[in-house]
């Protein structure tokens, strides 16, 4: 007796509604300004839409996969939505694996707007001065360490061939953007940035850092 096909996808209005809401979300926290921004910002979105085409809308990753391996593909029925989750087809449903994707990910990425967020605030009230306080004392780009978050809790969340590809070029990107910025930086100010350059790292906070910072939560 054959087993009955399930289709879960085809969702359209929701895959437009998780990209609506999302790029508002990171419009919202991140508010653009410059071009380097607006370019930020939009190969984010690209990433929205390839990711939630994929998870409500056409599943090309699975209609791959599955013609692919035919028989031997792990799921009875692929292309039902319980189904499309593929860590947890070709691993399984460990304990390890279920948090990992949730609350995992949705921690990531609170963390993820709350850095956006935090670093947004502190260098727009700095008025054009350089600033090395709060967040920016830990690290250089605290949006794109933010947009990196965001990359990984995705990923993880709901894992496909083209957002695979696309994300390592997205953090290649973020990487040459960060890059351009402290070129700029650093003819404005000159030797000031130069030296906040050798004490900080660019995207992620050094373990000296990080052991600073939590001294100072127990004293």
């Not at 007796?1 to 085809?10: E, L, R, S, V």
């Not at 410059?34 to 990753?61: Q, Y």
């Not at 040459?176 to 700029?184: F, I, M």
């Amino acid at each position: 007796m054959d087993h009955p096909t399930i289709y879960g996808y085809g969702l359209w209005p929701v895959v437009i509604g998780n990209v609506l809401f999302m790029s508002f979300l990171l419009f919202s926290v991140f508010r653009p300004r410059t071009k380097t921004d607006w370019k930020s910002i939009g190969a984010l979105s690209a990433f929205f839409v390839a990711l939630f085409t994929e998870m409500f809308g056409f599943p090309f990753t699975i209609y791959l996969l599955s013609s692919w391996l035919g028989k031997k593909y792990p799921a009875v029925d692929p292309f039902s939505h319980n189904n499309g989750h593929l860590l947890k087809v070709f691993f399984g449903e460990s304990p390890l694996i279920s948090f990992a994707v949730h609350p995992g990910t949705d921690i990531l990425l609170i963390l993820a707007l709350v850095i956006i967020s935090v670093g947004w605030r502190k260098i727009h009230s700095g008025r054009g001065e350089l600033v090395t306080e709060g967040i920016y004392k830990y690290i250089r780009h605290p949006q794109y360490t933010g947009f990196f978050l965001i990359i990984i809790s995705f990923l993880v969340q709901w894992p496909t061939l083209v957002t695979l590809i696309m994300a390592p070029v997205l953090v290649c990107m973020y990487r040459y953007l960060a890059r351009k910025e402290e070129q700029q930086l650093l003819e404005l100010f000159g030797e000031n940035y130069r030296q906040y350059m050798r004490t900080t790292n660019r995207f992620f906070p050094s373990v000296a850092s990080l052991r600073d910072w939590l001294s100072t939560l127990f004293r």
